[in-house]
T-cell receptor, first 112, second 114 residues
């Protein structure tokens, strides 16, 4: 029974396309995140949500639009994909903003 | 300069060795400290969480925090080939409310040779 699950696991798409990644957590957590991991393994926070409300937006291009329909779900929609968007995107959740985060298995996005 | 600095390695050790992994940070607002392990093509998994200076032990793993020096360490005793992974330190600020950030170091790639 996966705690934080995201789909799809792999995504290969052409430049200019629009794509979405979905995330769900069954831990009852209030806080959810999107992180981007580049080829050098650096994990950079993109967004955080608390109880469906956007709390942190780390100067991410507005082509990236997160949406939280309820506190168990946080989706990420990306418009007009660029080559530089290729990375692994991780969804995570935590009980609150002071506690450890639990990560999904990642979505490997390749833009060609 | 990144808020959290971590030597990327790679670090290669023989099986059974004691491994020391370290991070330094510059922001005094960091109050909560974690170590994550990430296997290739997997998500990071939490190893240790601590919020005070001092040591915390869990099996073969010991996390050490020195807030006065802004320095944290993870020690792995009797290292095993299955410990081969990337180890990421992570820290949470204490700005209050929901605006705290979980910030990661760049990760250290560890290889334990059998």
């Amino acid at each position: 029974d996966t705690a934080v699950s995201q789909t799809p696991k792999y995504l290969v798409t052409q430049m200019g396309n629009d794509k979405s990644i979905k995330c769900e957590q069954n831990l009852g957590h209030d806080t959810m995140y999107w992180y981007k991991q580049d080829s050098k393994k650096f994990l950079k926070i993109m967004f955080s949500y608390n109880n469906k409300e956007l709390i942190i937006n780390e100067t991410v291009p507005n082509r990236f639009s997160p949406k939280s329909p309820d506190k168990a779900h946080l989706n990420l929609h990306i418009n007009s994909l660029e080559l530089g968007d290729s990375a692994v995107y991780f969804c995570a959740s935590s009980f609150d903003s002071y506690t450890e985060a639990f990560f999904g298995q990642g979505t490997r996005l390749t833009v060609v | 300069q990144k808020e959290v600095e971590q030597d990327p390695g790679p670090l290669s050790v023989p099986e059974g060795a004691i491994v020391s992994l370290n991070c330094t940070y510059s922001n005094s607002a960091f109050q909560y400290f974690m170590w994550y392990r990430q296997y290739s093509r997997k998500g990071p998994e939490l190893l240790m969480y601590t919020y005070s200076s001092g040591n915390k032990e869990d099996g073969r793993f010991t996390a050490q925090v020195d807030k006065s020096s802004k320095y944290i360490s993870l020690f792995i005793r009797d290292s095993q080939p299955s410990d081969s992974a990337t180890y990421l330190c992570a820290m949470i600020t204490n700005y209050g409310g929901a605006t705290n950030k979980l910030i990661f170091g760049t990760g250290t790639l560890l290889a334990v040779q059998p």
